[in-house]
């Protein structure tokens, strides 16, 4: 079965730290991975996704198909970092694709 | 571009009671998805729409709750009749056609069931 699983609930570090969100997949396919992250009061939105190999506001995730991880690191938090991140997968079906979400991080970064 | 709209923003009703929800896509999107999203918890796909069909709806409660996609345009989700454990956010959200593509959300609808 398909999955996603953040093994932390809340993840809080200081501003300048550096800050690894985990992710974890359970998928047969060839996975593709998304981060999507919502700030206070705003929508959730889009980060980045494996399929582009782009850095966006200093995070960056690396697949790991040996240890089914997408994690998602930024070597100095800031304090604009503080929202709710979450892992998302892609999932292919026969005539349709969907997206499976994890159960979400909470990252606060402390000034 | 104009982003997803959704209306109610908020929603208090009690058990036993219905509750639409309503959805507008960015224009030209083709796929439109519903989420539910229990505190703690990361967005559960309700039902996926392609242009004005079904294509997943295998984790919507269809006993009580109905989705439909007018024209392949506009969507509504309604809950008939909610019970406690339907308090949630709805979330609706939308991308073109193709693989890997970004969602778009909108700014979800709080439910609050008494």
Redesign the interface.
Same mark, same amino acid.
């Given at each position: 079965a398909q999955r996603?699983t953040q093994p932390e609930?809340l993840l809080s570090v200081f501003k300048g730290a550096p800050v690894e969100l985990k992710c974890n997949y359970s998928y047969s396919g060839s996975p593709?991975l998304f981060w999507y992250v919502q700030y206070s009061r705003q929508? +959730?939105? +889009?980060l980045l996704?494996h @399929?582009s190999r782009e850095s966006i506001k200093g995070f960056t995730a690396d697949l790991n198909k040996g240890e089914t991880s997408f994690h998602l690191k930024k070597p100095f938090a800031q304090e604009e970092d503080s929202a709710m991140y979450?892992c998302a997968l892609?999932v292919?079906?026969t005539?349709?694709?969907?997206? @499976?979400?994890?159960?979400?991080t909470s990252l606060s970064v402390i000034p | 571009e104009a982003g997803v709209a959704q209306s109610p923003r908020y929603k208090i009703i009690e058990k036993r009671q219905s509750v639409a929800f309503w959805c507008n896509p960015i224009s030209g999107h083709a796929t439109l998805y519903w989420y539910q999203q229990i505190l703690g918890q990361g967005p559960k796909l309700l039902i996926q729409f392609q242009n004005n069909g079904v294509v997943d709806d295998s984790q919507l409660p269809k006993d009580r709750f109905s989705a439909e996609r007018l024209k392949g345009v506009d969507s509504t989700l309604k809950i008939q009749p909610a019970k406690l454990e339907d308090s949630a956010v709805y979330l609706c959200a939308s991308s073109p056609r193709g693989a890997y593509n970004e969602q778009f959300f909108g700014p979800g609808t709080r439910l609050t069931v008494l």
């Open positions: 996603v609930k593709e929508r +959730l939105q +889009l996704r @399929i979450y892609w292919m079906k005539s349709y694709d969907k997206v @499976i979400f994890g159960p979400g | -």
